[in-house]
């Protein structure tokens, strides 16, 4: 104002008083730009009363003598207070939007921190710090128990003392903000705000600032928008759970049903078979008695084989495998693998190659047995009759390996069904239900191996087929322990 006044002086014998008002009116547009609305009101008035008393005649006194000035005088200081109060507001909303660029950008940084993280607490605990980051400020996020019973899960530290811990409990109850800044325990150490989540109370997000800092109506308002981004990533999880929870069900009730009217089909067809044979074995004779007695033995083989497969799967899943680890002769195993299938692999070839001094392995000797009885069976029922089948053991020194190899010349197996061979149920292409079984004799090998740390491959046979390879570790015994003797 003093210096619009003073360029009044200089200019008003050239101007007159009425280019002064206007003068003061730039200035305190001027100021607009820099001071705060009332400041700015307050000027405006001022630059009135100094244009009243010393530009407008007569001067030096507050009396207006022609009524167009006092008119030109009132319409003056209105256009300024207007004129400022607008510029202020202008200037009180640009404000305002670059602080809520500033929430936004936080809010997107604080849900990129969460996205990003590998689990749901990793998620949690970014939060957190970014919320202290934001706020130069200890954050804790406290989570209701899942069941509504026990304490809650605490995400930050210090945790909460007993006090807090009330404050916060009331918070959670309530779903209202509470602590300080508030009317509800203003003393608090802590700023605390609910995180709800379609109208389901998740958890309290408490925000611990310093003891002179303080927290702008905008600054709480960023806070509860961040409970409420957080309560948004609380929810998306839990739908994600669900989500998990529903595809397994249907799983495992689609596996029940595959198993339903597997073990049904594997179980009406012998039945039926061996009810049969039961009734007309009487009457027969001969061939006929010899061959019904051969049918009955296949039959009650088949059912054996079910059974035992079942069994065997319920011990994998029950975790009741408990390998009995002894020195064995790898013959032996092997040829008590091949006596156990002899009657389903005679029409095929069967090629053995087994070293001629092969040291003892430790392993658990029936569990092998059965492992390399159903890779035999497994390429006796899935090749057509006549085609060869190669069992070759040998010792992979480079490794300290024993690999035990047993290939056939079918149809091989599909490229999509290879990653999936050994899960329980799985069958190639075209192999009906009742045909080969249920679809868990590879599982069983793959549970049977692991359980004697090794471990099983397959892979196309270069001569057509499919190659199934176990892989078992191999120490070289010095001899035949005293107890073998």
Known sequence: MVTASACGKVLIPQTGYLAMGLLYLLAVLALS?????????????????IWNFFFIPPVHSFIIAKSEDRILFGLTVFVTVVAGHLMARLRKMERNEKLSKLQATAL?????????????????????RHIDAHFSAETVICLNAKDGVGPPSIIGSPAPNSSESGLIDW???NRRNAGRFTDIVPNAAAYCVPIVSADVP???????????????????????AFASQIGIYIER???RTLREREKLLAESDRLHRV??????HELMSPLTSLSLIAENIGDAVGAARRSMADELRAGTNRLRRLVNNLLDQARLESDAIRPRMEWCSVSDVANAAIENVRDFIEGHPLDVRLPDTMPLIRVDAALMEHVLSNLLLNAAIHTPNGTPISFVVEILADSQKIAFTIADRGPGIPDELIGRLFKKFERANGAHVGGHGLGLGLSIVRGFVEAQGGNVVVNKNPAGGAKFTVFMPFVAHGGIP???A
């Open 108 to 128: 997107l940084h604080l849900n990129n921190s969460m996205s990003a993280a590998s689990s749901f607490t990793d998620g949690l605990t970014a939060a957190q």
């Open 171 to 173: 918070v959670a109850h």
């Open 202 to 224: 998740l958890g309290v997000l408490a925000v611990r600032v310093k003891p002179h800092a303080e927290l702008s109506t905008l600054q709480r308002r960023t806070v509860e």
């Open 482 to 484: 005293a107890e073998a």
């Open 33 to 49: 730009f820099w001071v705060e609305e009332w400041t700015l009101l307050a000027t405006a008035l001022v630059a009135g009363v």
């Open 237 to 239: 999880d839990r739908l």
């Open 259 to 264: 198993l339903f009217d597997a073990v049904s």
